[in-house]
């Protein structure tokens, strides 16, 4: 992948093995977009369930020129190595979770507006962009 191609805002989460899944899920990142930037891991309950474990919330940038549709198969693909089922075997708990949240390419274009505006996805993405 190149530089010229668009940049890809994406947001990983999870709260099972959270360390664990999210360590794979940018390696698998990395192999499948070459080159990318990350915040640092921010935790914040989960959203709607009140038993269930905090995550760990993670801003990620990718290279990519893939189309969203094709994107988020190809996100679809990596969660699924990685052990995640949809809908989830118990409710409250994510393996892992990997959503491309918004396009840069000459200005920021939100694909995902609930997910980009979620007060768990801020910390993160301030913390990225803010260097972008």
């Excluded at 020129?65 to 994107?71: E, H, Q, S, T």
């Excluded at 979620?118 to 990225?128: D, H, M, R, T, V």
Aim: charge should be negative; proline fraction near 4%; hydrophobic fraction near 50%.
């Amino acid at each position: 992948m190149t530089e010229t191609q668009p940049w890809v805002l994406l947001l990983i989460g999870s709260n099972v093995d959270a360390e664990m899944k999210m360590n794979a899920a940018l390696q698998e990142l990395r192999a499948a977009f070459g080159a990318i930037r990350c915040s640092a891991r921010h935790q914040s309950a989960a959203s709607g369930e009140a038993t269930a474990a905090p995550y760990l919330n993670q801003a990620v940038l990718i290279n990519s020129g893939l189309d969203r549709d094709a994107l988020k198969l190809r996100l679809r693909a990596i969660e699924s190595r990685l052990g995640r089922t949809r809908p989830a075997a118990i409710k409250g708990q994510c393996v892992i979770d990997i959503d491309a949240l918004a396009a840069i390419d000459g200005g920021l274009v939100v694909w995902d507006e609930p997910a980009f505006s979620a007060s768990y996805a801020q910390a993160p993405i301030a913390e990225l962009l803010g260097g972008f």
